[in-house]
Structure formats: C-alpha cells, structure tokens
C-alpha cells in the first residue's frame, strides 16, 4: 500500500511543545492537510495527535472530514471514539482495515511515535 507521511515540523525540529501545541501550524497546513485525506480517502493519525487537533477548539477538526475514513494508532486498549473512528493498534493493523475498505493508499500524520511506528514496520 501506497503510505504518505505528512508531518508539520519546523526547520530545527520542533513538533509540538511539552502541553502539545503546535501553534507554529499555519492555516495553510490545515488547508493542505485536508485536500491530501480527500485525495488518500483517508488518514492514520497517532492518539496524540487526535487530542491536540481536538483542543484546537471550533476552527478546525477532524470531525469535518466527513467522507475520510479515519483511524487512529494508539497502544491504550481502553482507549474508545465516536462511530466515524476506528481503532488500531499497530501500523500494520492500520493499513489492513483501509485495505478491506478497498483503500490502496495511506496518509499518515502526527508527531514522532506515529512516525517512528511506520518506520520500524
């Protein structure tokens, strides 16, 4: 399966600070973000990530995305969503459920252990 990585980082490496802010994320990279989910019909993000997209507030939010099927890594087996998430527990998991939605292409986003995860698989 096709996997893309898409990943908001500055030039000397900063992802998101100790709380997870990323307020260094430009509109743009929203912008960018959504139009590659649409084009993969699809996105991996890790569990980090979807809490910080969610504290973001009203402006934007992975719950607008209404069409993409989305899963979300975690290792917390507690761990529950809303019935337009799916839960996966590994990378290789991840990409087998967008396979038997007929899927041939991944987006993944987030921070370091999401990435990390892809790599080592």
């Keep these: 399966m096709k ?3 898409f990943m908001a980082v500055s030039i000397n490496g900063f992802v998101a600070d100790e709380s997870g802010s990323e307020d260094f994320i430009s ?3 929203w912008n960018t973000f959504c139009r590659l989910a649409e084009e ?3 996105f991996i993000i890790g ?3 979807y809490d910080a997209v969610k504290n ?3 402006d934007y939010g992975f719950d607008d995305l209404k069409t993409i099927t989305k899963i979300v890594l975690t290792q917390d087996k507690t761990f529950s969503l809303g019935p337009d998430y799916t ?3 590994s990378p290789e998991g991840a990409l087998q459920k967008l396979s038997e939605k007929g ?3 991944a987006l993944v986003s987030g921070g370091p252990t999401i990435n990390s995860a ?3 698989a």
């Design 87 to 89: 839960i996966a527990y």
């Design 3 to 5: 996997t893309t990585l």
């Design 103 to 105: 899927l041939d292409s």
């Design 27 to 29: 509109h743009e990279n």
């Design 47 to 49: 569990r980090k990530t």
């Design 118 to 120: 892809f790599l080592k």
């Design 56 to 58: 973001w507030g009203t």
């Design 40 to 42: 993969h019909g699809n």
